[in-house]
């Protein structure tokens, strides 16, 4: 027994070591096996070296228990204890994989492959792999020998001695030296097929990368050709059977299990194919047949085992079709969709864990390094690796990638194979799933030298590093292609620049030749602006090639730095604040109205950047800060005209910060559209631009009055906002549908006071109709009373008396928008107040009301929507639309807002969630009238942000209707799914429609 003080002390050094169960760590240590080193203190310093303590001591006793007789494991203590390489090892490999302390425990002489340690031995290639297998004669005896060689890559692997490329490295060797003795094995099986052809096998993927996982598939290709005078036919035939029996010695379960798959799918027609083709009809395959992805793979192809001349005549006669890829039509979308389709094949519950293939993993690397390889590669021999890390490295020498970011891929790159190869080392088995157990993540932390919190940091890292690789895989931008435009000599211009043409080709711009006409004239030369340029357009390149307008981007962009190369501030705003940079290629690639705003006022480029990077000039400013800012200016200008003008000018800015923002905030983080709140920025475009425009009604009234009576008006004059005004629903391109009020001062001339709102009303109508540069701002008040043939402005008693004697049904439903917006709060509130009884009414609607609704909405649905038009794209009159929700909640209002004080808003969401909550609607129904009035909004505004002009539905031209998608968060070739979205959306809101606003 140990005594208790001895053993709290044990107990508390074992925590100390990283040990998680000291009580089964003590227990161990107990074990007679460990008599006279238990107490060493240099076994717990490197047994808590290692990544899991417990695992380590544990696998160690097996191993010891193992041993044949004592002197065996006398041998192994003494040796443990006086070599610390053997010691750091051994014990550091029983710390990190429970198979491989299986496999020393089957096998327990196979601990003295970790002895020798000399530098010859450090980095074991290929031959000497060869040499470990050589007396395996038979698939079990190979799997021993191979778990043998596996032990000892491991034990560098654990110990640093190699880093995780040679690692890799390692591991596509031994699959090559196994793939060498398998197929000798075969031969020896069947030397009368061996006798009559040449067999050549050809690794691909990993394996022909020289980038090997610890377990996986090795993909390989077969050629088989006669050898001389035999039959070509009956070779093929013998070549099939040798390759077959050399699959079948690596996959088959043994005794000691198996090696690993060996996986021919890759070849032409995959497993529809033969397995063994000649040459002649490999290549007439990937001439006729071959698919982009096809080519792609082939990056890899590496001659591994076999007939070697016949393995290098394949890979020879191949690379000009692998060289030529990039030219094939629709090359760049199809690379792109096969990396979508492989993010859409992942479980849902998996992708989060996913470290290879999910987004910001190891394939995000590999399929960019792969693109850009492909597409330089064609004129750059340089970049013809098929190795990740080596092929990066060589595009960040030539330029094509820069090397910050080529840095941060690679330290991703291996930190994330670092983590895949520990994860599958614990159980020898495939998965590159990140496990959920703490005890796992805490062994693989610990394993990669994260011993202070291991899992926290584990997974901080890991986030940290997935997150870049997902934010440098969406650049895909080719760097040097400036510099060569830039430096181009008159009589290389037409070789340079037809290579640039190509590469702007796979970045998806139509007219590579103007493109390039904008890029030497924006960085050629050795001024201070053309070094700078030379900086920023290589990512300016790739962020308009996420648009659905990369032609269109650079276009701007030109005309922009045109208009304010000039100026000290502008290029270095771009270059040293990145969110800046970014935001403007966003904001020049996304449609006409952004860019026709910004090159009225190109200073206007400060508001995408501030101080700190983060683009907080981008946050919009509310109604009390704009009225402000416009009654100054106003205040400041020598006439009406000059203060309206100055008035005008401010909407200009602020409208092109809320287009900015809108696209901007479209993009979502990182670019990536998926996280973007619809719904945010509906409301954050509805609020900015109706506040933008009761602040410039605000500042036109002053300065009109201003001009004609001085300070005091003879009449108190208010302006109520109704429609979306009112609602605080304004689109990019609305009228400002108003009324007008006035009531005559104390002791003022009521036909005077007539005359003076009239002319305010006139005045403020022309001035801010005058031709300009500036956006319109169209006054409509043909919901007044009496409509078109009414005066344009009454008093409020005129109001009181049409309400009360003429009102209709329908003007006490526009009458639910109605709101003050400017001038004489007082007098606009006792206008709502006026009209309250009216909206809200108190005994709600009767039967005929209803009708008279219902009777209206079925005949503007009839009678209003253009001919022509597509009813179930109609974003305001068509089915399920913008008209379809606001009638639908309008009439709940009408009904019940005297009783539910929350349907007193002018706003329709507001409404619509205070219905719900009132249980006037199931949530599920006001959910889907919610998200169809967000989507018809959206696309509204999309609309007119991409034409320049207002629409009620989706534009025709495929490009533009691509920019439409872009804004809507769906990708190149998702057109499809985005109408039909629309569709399906609205089709189920016309459906609660039909039923709570028809009765049906």
């Known amino acids: 027994m140990t005594a208790p003080g001895r053993r709290s002390s044990t107990f508390t050094r074992l925590l100390r070591h990283g040990f998680t169960d000291a009580s089964a760590a003590e227990r161990l240590l107990e074990s007679p096996e460990l008599a006279g080193i238990r107490d060493d203190p240099v076994l717990l310093e490197a047994l808590g070296a290692t990544a899991d303590p417990d695992l380590a001591l544990l696998g160690l006793v097996r191993l010891l228990e193992a041993q044949p007789d004592p002197g065996a494991r006398r041998e192994l203590l003494s040796t443990l204890i006086a070599a610390k390489p053997l010691r750091d090892r051994l014990l550091g490999v029983l710390g990190a994989s429970e198979a491989l302390g299986d496999h020393l425990a089957r096998h327990p002489h196979d601990w003295r492959a970790l002895v020798t340690y000399e530098a010859r031995d450090l980095h074991p290639g290929v031959e000497e792999f060869e040499r470990e297998l050589a007396e395996a004669a038979d698939p079990v005896s190979l799997r021993v020998a191979y778990r043998r060689c596996l032990l000892s890559i491991a034990a560098r692997d654990v110990c640093g001695t190699t880093d995780v490329a040679q690692t890799a490295a390692e591991l596509a060797d031994l699959a090559t030296a196994t793939l060498r003795a398998a197929l000798a094995i075969a031969r020896t099986a069947a030397p009368e097929d061996a006798a009559v052809c040449r067999l050549a096998v050809v690794a691909m993927g990993k394996c022909g990368g020289h980038e090997l996982n610890y377990v996986s598939d090795v993909d390989v290709i077969f050629v088989g050709e006669p050898v001389e005078g035999a039959d070509e036919q009956a070779a093929v035939r013998a070549a099939t059977r040798l390759a077959s029996h050399m699959m079948r010695i690596c996959s088959q379960s043994t005794v000691e299990g198996s090696i690993w798959p060996v996986d021919a799918n890759l070849r032409p027609e995959g497993r529809n ?579 008279e609704i219902r009777r209206l909405k079925a005949r503007m649905e009839t009678e209003r929507l253009p001919r022509g038009a597509d009813p179930t794209l109609h974003t305001k009159l068509g089915r399920g639309g913008l008209s379809d929700v606001e009638w639908t909640v309008q009439l709940l209002q009408l009904r019940h807002a005297a009783d539910e004080p929350g349907l007193r808003t002018t706003r329709t969401r507001a409404a619509l969630a205070a219905a719900r909550d009132a249980g006037l609607l199931p949530a599920e129904d006001a959910a889907t009238l919610d998200e169809a009035w967000v989507l018809a909004t959206r696309v509204r505004n999309a609309v007119m942000l991409v034409r320049g002009r207002a629409g009620d539905t989706f534009p025709s031209d495929a490009r533009e209707l691509g920019a439409v998608g872009r804004y809507l968060g769906y990708g190149p070739g998702h057109v499809g799914d985005m109408l039909d979205d629309y569709r399906r959306i609205t089709r189920r809101a016309r459906a609660v429609v039909e039923e709570r606003f028809y009765g049906a």
């Not at 750059?380 to 690796?385: I, P, V």
């Open 273 to 851: 194919g033969p397995l063994v083709r000649t040459l002649a009809s490999h290549l007439a395959y990937y001439q006729r047949w071959a698919k982009t992805w096809e080519f792609q793979a082939l990056l890899k192809a590496r001659p591994v085992a076999g007939d070697e001349r016949l393995g290098a005549e394949y890979v020879d006669t191949l690379a000009p079709l692998v060289w030529q890829a990039a030219e094939r039509e629709n090359f760049v979308p199809d690379v792109q969709k096969m990396r979508r389709r492989v993010i859409e094949n992942i479980p849902a519950g998996e992708v989060e864990r996913e470290l290879k293939l999910g987004p910001g993993g190891l394939r995000d690397v590999e399929f960019a390094v792969q693109l850009l390889q492909l597409v330089h590669g064609r004129s750059d021999t340089s970049l013809r690796s098929g190795t990740t890390l080596v092929a990066l490295r060589a595009l960040a020498d030539g330029g094509y990638v820069g090397r910050s970011d080529a840095e941060q891929l690679d330290q991703a790159y291996r930190f994330l194979r670092s983590m895949e190869h520990r994860i599958q080392l614990y159980r020898l088995r495939r998965t590159h799933l990140v496990p959920q157990d703490e005890a796992e993540l805490r062994r693989i932390g610990r394993s990669l030298g994260l011993r202070q919190e291991p899992v926290e940091g584990l997974l901080r890292e890991w986030k940290r590093h997935a997150a870049a690789v997902r934010r440098l895989h969406e650049k895909l931008f080719y760097r040097p292609l400036l510099d060569a435009v830039a430096q181009l000599a008159p009589g290389e211009a037409r070789l340079s620049a037809g290579a640039a043409r190509e590469r702007l080709v796979a970045l998806g711009y139509a007219d590579p030749a103007a493109a390039l006409r904008h890029l030497e004239a924006l960085a050629s030369g050795v001024s201070r602006k053309a070094a700078i340029q030379r900086t920023l357009l290589p990512v300016m390149l790739g962020w308009f090639a996420d648009s659905a307008d990369p032609d269109a981007g650079m276009l701007n962009f030109r005309r922009v730095s045109d208009a304010l190369g000039k100026t000290p501030w502008y290029l270095r705003l771009l270059r040293d604040e990145g969110a800046a940079a970014e935001n403007l290629a966003r904001v020049l690639s996304a449609g006409r109205l952004a860019p026709d705003l910004l090159m009225r006022a190109p200073e206007a480029v400060a508001l995408l950047g501030d101080g700190d990077g983060s683009g907080g000039g981008l946050r919009l400013r509310g109604r009390e800060q704009l009225e402000q800012e416009i009654l100054a200016a106003v205040g400041r200008a020598d006439g009406a005209r000059q203060a309206v003008t100055a008035a005008r000018g401010v909407r200009r800015r602020e409208l092109f910060r809320t287009a900015a923002a809108d696209i901007v905030g479209s993009y979502g983080h990182d670019g990536a559209p998926g996280d973007v709140d619809q719904a945010r920025l509906v409301d954050l475009v509805g609020g900015a631009v109706s506040d933008l425009t009761a602040a410039t009604l605000a500042g036109t009234l002053r300065a009109v009055v201003r001009e004609h009576y001085g300070d005091t008006l003879p009449t108190r004059f208010a302006v109520i906002g109704m429609g979306r005004f009112g609602g605080h629903e304004l689109g990019y391109g609305s009228d400002a549908d108003v009324l007008f009020v006035h009531e005559p001062r104390e002791g003022a001339d009521e036909q005077e006071a007539a005359r003076a709102a009239n002319t305010v009303v006139a005045e403020m109508r022309r001035l801010l109709q005058l031709p300009s540069t500036d956006p319109p701002l169209l006054i409509d008040a043909d919901l007044r009373p009496e409509g078109k043939s009414g005066p344009l402005v009454r008093t409020l008693k005129s109001y009181e008396a049409y309400y009360r004697r003429w009102s209709l049904v329908w003007e006490s439903q526009a009458l639910l928008r109605a709101e003050q917006v400017a001038g004489d709060e007082e007098l606009g509130r006792r206008f709502t107040e006026l009209v309250d009884p009216l909206r809200y009414p108190r005994r709600g609607l009767g039967d005929d009301a209803v009708r």
